[in-house]
C-alpha cells in the first residue's frame, strides 16, 4: 500500500465563498506519523481547511484524498463512515454544549463511557481532570477544562486523523504539554494529526507545516514529506484502484 493511500494528499485546491477566495493552489501530501501546523493569519481558513479534512466543507477545485478515498465524493453511507471511522475534531472553543453534561457532551459520536469506564476514568485523569466532573453540566467548568474535555472527547474516540483548532488556546503550560504529548503519542502510532495554532508550545513539536498566506493563497511546506511524487484520488494505485485499498482503520 503506498502513503498516499495511507495519508493525506491535497492537490491544488481552492475553496471559496461566493465573492471570497478563502485560498487557492494549496498542496501537500502527509503521511501516517506526521503532526502539522496549520497556519496563517486570522481568516486565512485554517479552520475552513481543516473543515474540508473532515468532509464538513467541499473544496470547490482541486483533489483530496485522505486515507484513499476522494473526500469531496464521499456520499451517503460512505460519508457517514468517514465521519464516524476516519475523522475527529477539536473545534474551536471546545465546541461543546453548554447545557448538556460532561458525559453528553463526551458521548457525541457514538463512544459510551459504560463499555470501558476504567479507561475513561484514565484519559480524564490524564488530562488533569477529575472523573466527577461527568454529571455535570459544561457551562460549569472553566475555558480550560472545556478545551479539555473536547479534547477527551476526541481521545476516548482515537479516530486515525485528529483536526484541532486552537486546542491550547486556553490552557496553561502544563496542560498544553498534555496535549502535545497526546498529539505526538497519536502519531508516533501511525496516526495523522493537523493543528490549526500558532502556539509555539505545539508548533515546536510539529513535524509539517502548512501555511496559509495573507493574500489568501494557500502555500504547503512540507519540504520533508511532499515527495510530489504521490498520486491523486483519480488514479490507480499499486494495489488498484483507492476504492479497493479503503483504509478505515478501526482504533
Ligand atoms: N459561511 C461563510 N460565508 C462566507 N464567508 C465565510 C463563511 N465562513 C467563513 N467565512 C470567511 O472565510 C474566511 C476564512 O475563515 P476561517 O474561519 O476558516 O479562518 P481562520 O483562519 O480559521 O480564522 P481565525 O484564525 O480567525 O479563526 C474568513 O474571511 C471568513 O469570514
Redesign the pocket.
Known amino acids: 500500500m503506498s502513503d498516499s493511500v495511507e495519508g493525506i494528499t491535497a492537490k491544488s485546491l481552492a475553496f471559496e ?2 465573492g ?1 477566495v ?1 485560498w487557492q493552489e494549496l498542496s501537500f501530501t502527509l503521511t501516517p506519523g506526521s503532526l502539522a501546523a496549520v497556519r ?10 481543516l ?1 474540508c479534512l473532515g468532509s464538513l466543507e467541499q473544496s470547490t477545485t482541486g483533489g483530496l484524498c485522505v486515507f484513499g478515498q476522494d473526500v469531496g465524493a464521499l456520499r451517503g453511507a460512505a460519508l457517514r463512515e468517514f465521519r464516524r471511522n476516519c475523522v475527529g475534531f477539536v473545534f ?1 472553543n471546545a465546541g461543546l454544549v453548554a447545557s448538556w453534561s460532561v458525559r453528553k457532551n463526551v458521548e457525541v459520536g457514538g463512544y459510551r463511557v459504560k463499555d470501558d469506564p476504567e479507561r475513561a476514568r484514565e484519559v480524564f485523569e490524564g488530562f488533569g481532570l477529575p472523573f466527577d466532573l461527568l454529571d455535570i453540566p459544561a457551562h460549569r467548568l472553566s475555558g480550560g477544562e472545556q478545551q479539555r474535555v473536547g479534547i477527551i472527547r476526541l481521545a476516548l474516540r482515537r479516530p486515525p486523523l485528529m483536526l484541532l ?2 486546542p491550547t488556546a486556553a490552557l496553561d503550560d502544563e496542560n498544553s504539554q498534555r496535549v502535545t504529548n497526546f498529539l505526538r503519542g497519536h502519531c508516533r502510532s501511525g496516526g495523522i494529526a493537523l493543528v ?1 495554532t500558532h502556539d509555539a508550545r505545539v508548533v515546536e513539536h510539529v513535524t509539517d507545516d502548512i501555511s ?1 498566506s495573507p493574500v489568501h493563497c494557500g502555500k504547503a511546506e512540507n519540504p520533508q514529506r511532499d515527495t510530489g511524487d504521490s498520486q491523486s484520488c483519480d488514479g490507480p494505485t499499486e494495489s488498484g484502484t483507492y476504492q479497493e485499498s479503503l483504509m478505515p482503520r478501526s482504533n
Do not use: I
Not at 496563517?40 to 481547511?49: I, Y
Open positions: 465563498y461566493p471570497r478563502v496563517g493569519e486570522s481568516g486565512s481558513g485554517k479552520t475552513t481547511l473543515q474551536q483548532d486552537e490549526a496559509l
